[in-house]
T-cell receptor, first 116, second 114 residues
Framework: AQSVTQPDIHITVSEGASLELRCNYSYGATPYLFWYVQSPGQGLQLLLKYFSGDTLVQGIKGFEAEFKRSQSSFNLRKPSVHWSDAAEYFCAVGAVSDFGNEKLTFGTGTRLTIIP | DTEVTQTPKHLVMGMTNKKSLKCEQHMGHRAMYWYKQKAKKPPELMFVYSYEKLSINESVPSRFSPECPNSSLLNLHLHALQPEDSALYLC?????????????FGPGTRLTVT
Protein backbone atom coordinates (compact mmCIF):
# COMPACT_ATOMS: atom_id res chain seq x y z
CA ALA A 1 0.00 0.00 0.00
CA GLN A 2 1.13 3.52 -0.69
CA SER A 3 2.05 5.85 2.15
CA VAL A 4 3.37 9.36 2.62
CA THR A 5 5.52 10.65 5.47
CA GLN A 6 6.04 14.28 6.35
CA PRO A 7 8.60 14.16 9.16
CA ASP A 8 8.18 17.78 10.28
CA ILE A 9 4.92 18.56 12.09
CA HIS A 10 5.72 22.24 12.51
CA ILE A 11 8.35 24.51 10.97
CA THR A 12 9.06 28.15 11.81
CA VAL A 13 10.89 30.31 9.30
CA SER A 14 11.76 34.00 9.22
CA GLU A 15 10.22 36.05 6.46
CA GLY A 16 12.62 36.21 3.53
CA ALA A 17 14.43 33.03 4.50
CA SER A 18 14.49 29.90 2.38
CA LEU A 19 12.20 26.96 3.02
CA GLU A 20 12.32 23.23 2.52
CA LEU A 21 9.49 20.91 3.52
CA ARG A 22 10.24 17.21 3.48
CA CYS A 23 8.11 14.44 1.99
CA ASN A 24 8.90 10.75 1.66
CA TYR A 25 6.64 8.26 -0.07
CA SER A 26 6.33 4.54 -0.28
CA TYR A 27 4.92 2.98 -3.43
CA GLY A 28 5.99 0.12 -5.65
CA ALA A 29 5.82 1.95 -8.96
CA THR A 30 6.45 5.53 -10.02
CA PRO A 31 3.83 7.52 -8.14
CA TYR A 32 1.95 10.64 -9.00
CA LEU A 33 3.05 13.22 -6.45
CA PHE A 34 1.35 16.40 -5.34
CA TRP A 35 1.86 19.26 -2.90
CA TYR A 36 -1.23 21.04 -1.60
CA VAL A 37 -1.50 24.07 0.69
CA GLN A 38 -4.36 24.79 3.08
CA SER A 39 -4.95 28.09 4.83
CA PRO A 40 -6.89 27.94 8.13
CA GLY A 41 -10.50 26.92 7.63
CA GLN A 42 -10.09 26.71 3.87
CA GLY A 43 -9.95 24.06 1.20
CA LEU A 44 -6.78 22.72 -0.37
CA GLN A 45 -5.01 24.42 -3.26
CA LEU A 46 -2.62 22.54 -5.54
CA LEU A 47 0.90 24.00 -5.55
CA LEU A 48 2.52 21.58 -7.98
CA LYS A 49 2.56 17.99 -9.22
CA TYR A 50 4.99 15.45 -10.62
CA PHE A 51 4.08 12.67 -13.01
CA SER A 52 7.19 12.02 -15.09
CA GLY A 53 9.98 13.78 -16.96
CA ASP A 54 12.02 16.59 -15.44
CA THR A 55 12.48 15.83 -11.77
CA LEU A 56 12.46 19.50 -10.78
CA VAL A 57 8.96 20.89 -11.07
CA GLN A 58 7.84 24.47 -10.76
CA GLY A 59 4.59 25.43 -9.14
CA ILE A 60 2.54 28.44 -8.21
CA LYS A 61 3.53 31.12 -5.69
CA GLY A 62 7.25 30.58 -6.35
CA PHE A 63 7.36 27.01 -5.05
CA GLU A 64 9.32 24.16 -6.59
CA ALA A 65 9.82 20.51 -5.72
CA GLU A 66 12.38 17.91 -6.64
CA PHE A 67 11.59 14.22 -7.17
CA LYS A 68 14.41 11.94 -6.07
CA ARG A 69 13.64 8.31 -6.85
CA SER A 70 16.69 6.99 -5.01
CA GLN A 71 15.54 8.66 -1.79
CA SER A 72 11.78 8.22 -2.36
CA SER A 73 11.46 11.92 -1.68
CA PHE A 74 9.56 14.87 -3.08
CA ASN A 75 10.67 17.88 -1.06
CA LEU A 76 9.08 21.29 -1.47
CA ARG A 77 11.25 24.41 -1.60
CA LYS A 78 10.92 28.15 -1.81
CA PRO A 79 13.92 30.51 -1.93
CA SER A 80 12.30 33.34 0.03
CA VAL A 81 9.11 32.97 2.06
CA HIS A 82 6.45 35.62 2.54
CA TRP A 83 4.18 36.08 5.54
CA SER A 84 1.28 34.90 3.35
CA ASP A 85 2.92 31.48 3.00
CA ALA A 86 1.94 30.60 6.57
CA ALA A 87 -0.38 27.63 6.19
CA GLU A 88 -0.58 23.84 6.38
CA TYR A 89 1.20 21.95 3.62
CA PHE A 90 0.24 18.44 2.54
CA CYS A 91 2.21 16.09 0.37
CA ALA A 92 0.10 13.48 -1.42
CA VAL A 93 0.63 10.45 -3.60
CA GLY A 94 -1.86 9.33 -6.20
CA ALA A 95 -1.80 5.59 -6.60
CA VAL A 96 -3.86 2.45 -6.74
CA SER A 97 -4.57 1.02 -3.31
CA ASP A 98 -4.44 -2.64 -2.32
CA PHE A 99 -8.19 -2.79 -3.00
CA GLY A 100 -7.76 -1.51 -6.54
CA ASN A 101 -9.05 1.95 -5.69
CA GLU A 102 -7.39 4.90 -7.31
CA LYS A 103 -7.05 7.57 -4.66
CA LEU A 104 -4.95 10.30 -3.15
CA THR A 105 -3.13 9.42 0.04
CA PHE A 106 -2.12 12.46 2.07
CA GLY A 107 0.74 12.91 4.48
CA THR A 108 -0.02 14.21 7.96
CA GLY A 109 0.90 17.75 6.99
CA THR A 110 3.49 20.34 8.01
CA ARG A 111 2.34 23.56 9.61
CA LEU A 112 4.43 26.52 8.50
CA THR A 113 4.76 29.58 10.72
CA ILE A 114 6.44 32.73 9.43
CA ILE A 115 8.03 35.17 11.86
CA PRO A 116 8.77 38.79 10.91
CA ASP B 1 -14.87 28.84 -14.02
CA THR B 2 -12.30 26.86 -12.03
CA GLU B 3 -14.13 26.87 -8.75
CA VAL B 4 -15.77 24.26 -6.57
CA THR B 5 -18.45 25.77 -4.37
CA GLN B 6 -19.86 24.31 -1.17
CA THR B 7 -22.88 25.28 0.88
CA PRO B 8 -23.40 25.96 3.66
CA LYS B 9 -20.09 27.25 5.01
CA HIS B 10 -21.06 26.36 8.55
CA LEU B 11 -23.67 23.95 9.88
CA VAL B 12 -24.70 23.12 13.42
CA MET B 13 -27.04 20.19 13.85
CA GLY B 14 -28.39 18.01 16.60
CA MET B 15 -28.00 14.27 16.64
CA THR B 16 -31.61 13.73 15.56
CA ASN B 17 -31.57 16.23 12.68
CA LYS B 18 -31.42 15.58 8.97
CA LYS B 19 -29.38 17.97 6.89
CA SER B 20 -27.57 18.04 3.55
CA LEU B 21 -24.31 19.44 2.28
CA LYS B 22 -24.10 20.65 -1.29
CA CYS B 23 -21.19 20.83 -3.71
CA GLU B 24 -21.17 22.24 -7.23
CA GLN B 25 -18.64 22.55 -10.04
CA HIS B 26 -18.94 23.83 -13.59
CA MET B 27 -15.59 22.71 -14.97
CA GLY B 28 -16.99 19.70 -16.80
CA HIS B 29 -15.25 17.36 -14.39
CA ARG B 30 -16.54 13.79 -14.34
CA ALA B 31 -15.27 12.73 -10.93
CA MET B 32 -16.36 14.21 -7.61
CA TYR B 33 -15.24 13.42 -4.08
CA TRP B 34 -16.23 13.86 -0.45
CA TYR B 35 -13.51 14.10 2.19
CA LYS B 36 -13.70 14.46 5.96
CA GLN B 37 -11.01 16.45 7.74
CA LYS B 38 -10.60 16.57 11.50
CA ALA B 39 -8.59 19.36 13.11
CA LYS B 40 -4.85 19.12 12.49
CA LYS B 41 -5.30 15.98 10.37
CA PRO B 42 -5.13 15.32 6.62
CA PRO B 43 -8.30 14.86 4.59
CA GLU B 44 -9.75 11.36 4.63
CA LEU B 45 -11.54 10.11 1.54
CA MET B 46 -15.19 9.16 2.08
CA PHE B 47 -16.80 8.73 -1.35
CA VAL B 48 -15.93 9.02 -5.03
CA TYR B 49 -18.38 9.45 -7.87
CA SER B 50 -17.27 8.85 -11.42
CA TYR B 51 -19.64 9.71 -14.26
CA GLU B 52 -22.41 10.16 -11.69
CA LYS B 53 -22.02 6.62 -10.33
CA LEU B 54 -20.67 5.77 -6.90
CA SER B 55 -17.19 4.41 -7.49
CA ILE B 56 -15.63 4.28 -4.04
CA ASN B 57 -17.17 4.09 -0.57
CA GLU B 58 -14.45 4.02 2.04
CA SER B 59 -16.57 2.03 4.51
CA VAL B 60 -18.39 5.15 5.63
CA PRO B 61 -21.24 4.69 8.15
CA SER B 62 -24.72 4.72 6.63
CA ARG B 63 -25.63 7.90 8.50
CA PHE B 64 -23.73 9.58 5.65
CA SER B 65 -25.52 9.19 2.32
CA PRO B 66 -24.03 10.65 -0.87
CA GLU B 67 -25.99 11.58 -3.94
CA CYS B 68 -24.92 12.78 -7.39
CA PRO B 69 -28.01 14.15 -9.18
CA ASN B 70 -26.01 15.28 -12.21
CA SER B 71 -22.45 15.75 -13.35
CA SER B 72 -22.14 19.19 -11.73
CA LEU B 73 -23.73 18.53 -8.37
CA LEU B 74 -22.83 16.38 -5.38
CA ASN B 75 -24.78 16.15 -2.15
CA LEU B 76 -24.04 14.57 1.20
CA HIS B 77 -27.12 13.75 3.25
CA LEU B 78 -26.63 13.58 7.00
CA HIS B 79 -28.86 11.79 9.49
CA ALA B 80 -28.45 10.77 13.12
CA LEU B 81 -24.89 11.98 13.32
CA GLN B 82 -22.67 11.67 16.36
CA PRO B 83 -20.57 14.43 17.99
CA GLU B 84 -17.43 12.74 16.66
CA ASP B 85 -18.67 13.47 13.14
CA SER B 86 -17.94 17.14 13.73
CA ALA B 87 -15.32 18.09 11.14
CA LEU B 88 -14.60 20.06 7.98
CA TYR B 89 -16.22 18.32 5.01
CA LEU B 90 -14.44 18.97 1.76
CA CYS B 91 -15.70 18.39 -1.73
CA UNK B 92 -13.36 18.00 -4.69
CA UNK B 93 -13.62 17.36 -8.40
CA UNK B 94 -11.26 16.21 -11.14
CA UNK B 95 -11.49 15.74 -14.91
CA UNK B 96 -11.57 11.99 -14.45
CA UNK B 97 -11.05 9.42 -11.76
CA UNK B 98 -7.52 8.21 -11.45
CA UNK B 99 -4.33 8.89 -9.54
CA UNK B 100 -2.94 11.22 -12.20
CA UNK B 101 -5.82 13.68 -12.13
CA UNK B 102 -5.45 16.90 -10.21
CA UNK B 103 -8.24 17.41 -7.71
CA UNK B 104 -9.80 20.83 -7.21
CA PHE B 105 -11.09 21.41 -3.69
CA GLY B 106 -13.92 23.53 -2.41
CA PRO B 107 -13.62 25.67 0.75
CA GLY B 108 -15.44 23.10 2.85
CA THR B 109 -18.40 23.00 5.21
CA ARG B 110 -17.60 23.25 8.91
CA LEU B 111 -20.00 20.82 10.62
CA THR B 112 -20.68 20.80 14.33
CA VAL B 113 -22.87 18.05 15.80
CA THR B 114 -24.34 18.86 19.21
Amino acid sequence: AQSVTQPDIHITVSEGASLELRCNYSYGATPYLFWYVQSPGQGLQLLLKYFSGDTLVQGIKGFEAEFKRSQSSFNLRKPSVHWSDAAEYFCAVGAVSDFGNEKLTFGTGTRLTIIP
Amino acid sequence: DTEVTQTPKHLVMGMTNKKSLKCEQHMGHRAMYWYKQKAKKPPELMFVYSYEKLSINESVPSRFSPECPNSSLLNLHLHALQPEDSALYLCASSPGQGPSYEQYFGPGTRLTVT
